[in-house]
T-cell receptor, first 117, second 111 residues
Framework: GAVVSQHPSWVICKSGTSVKIECRSLDFQATTMFWYRQFPKQSLMLMATSNEGSKATYEQGVEKDKFLINHASLTLSTLTVTSAHPEDSSFYIC?????????????FGPGTRLTVL | QQQVKQSPQSLIVQKGGIPIINCAYENTAFDYFPWYQQFPGKGPALLIAIRPDVSEKKEGRFTISFNKSAKQFSLHIMDSQPGDSATYFCAASKPGYALNFGKGTSLLVTP
């Protein structure tokens, strides 16, 4: 089956530092990847849509200069949280949409728990 | 604005019972309706999905019922087990777009 990995699985950082999270599709190519954020006991909220080779599309209220997204290949998208603050502490989850057009199934990564001290 | 409304927020059933989770949507452009299961600290895992041209789909113990005219769909879990205790999310999307998730249902199956 289609597998998506995320690295790291958890990270603790100091306020003001930057953190990079990687999302990889291991056995398929993904032109489009999505980044979600999930606060405790809440649903997944879309942050941005990442398309390979082009700029990401951010949802309203998500600061593009704070959450930098790069999708440089068909199997890798990265999310960098710049100048992280405690309110950025959350569970960040990516999903990947296989490039083949016959499916709408998105495959989710295991998530990255970010804690900003 | 929540594009997919999910209920109930939480549910407790005894082992062997049939929990039912309901979702409703407004956007008629949605044409893909998956259900995800999430355990604490893990990413969501796809359980089952349906398209509007089908009224029911069954995979193992999981069944989706879909009512296109009412813009509603539901998940039934047959013969529920304690291991099914998790949070369940319905979602909807347009082709190639991100998923719009419901708020989730926390299911507890008691022994």
């Amino acid at each position: 089956g289609a597998v998506v990995s995320q690295h790291p699985s958890w990270v603790i950082c100091k306020s003001g530092t930057s953190v990079k999270i990687e999302c990889r599709s291991l056995d398929f190519q993904a032109t489009t990847m999505f980044w979600y954020r999930q606060f405790p006991k809440q649903s997944l909220m879309l942050m941005a849509t990442s398309n390979e080779g082009s700029k990401a599309t951010y949802e309203q209220g998500v600061e593009k200069d704070k959450f930098l997204i790069n999708h440089a290949s068909l199997t890798l998208s990265t999310l960098t949280v710049t100048s992280a603050h405690p309110e950025d502490s959350s569970f960040y989850i990516c999903s990947a949409l296989p490039s083949e057009h016959s499916t709408d199934t998105q495959y989710f990564g295991p998530g990255t728990r970010l804690t900003v001290l | 604005q929540q594009q997919v409304k999910q209920s109930p927020q939480s549910l407790i059933v005894q082992k062997g019972g049939i929990p039912i989770i309901n979702c409703a949507y407004e956007n008629t452009a949605f044409d893909y309706f998956p259900w995800y299961q999430q355990f604490p600290g893990k990413g969501p895992a796809l359980l089952i999905a349906i398209r509007p041209d089908v009224s029911e789909k069954k995979e193992g113990r999981f069944t989706i019922s879909f009512n296109k005219s009412a813009k509603q769909f539901s998940l039934h879990i047959m013969d529920s087990q304690p291991g099914d205790s998790a949070t369940y999310f319905c979602a909807a999307s347009k082709p190639g777009y991100a998923l719009n998730f419901g708020k989730g249902t926390s299911l507890l199956v008691t022994p």
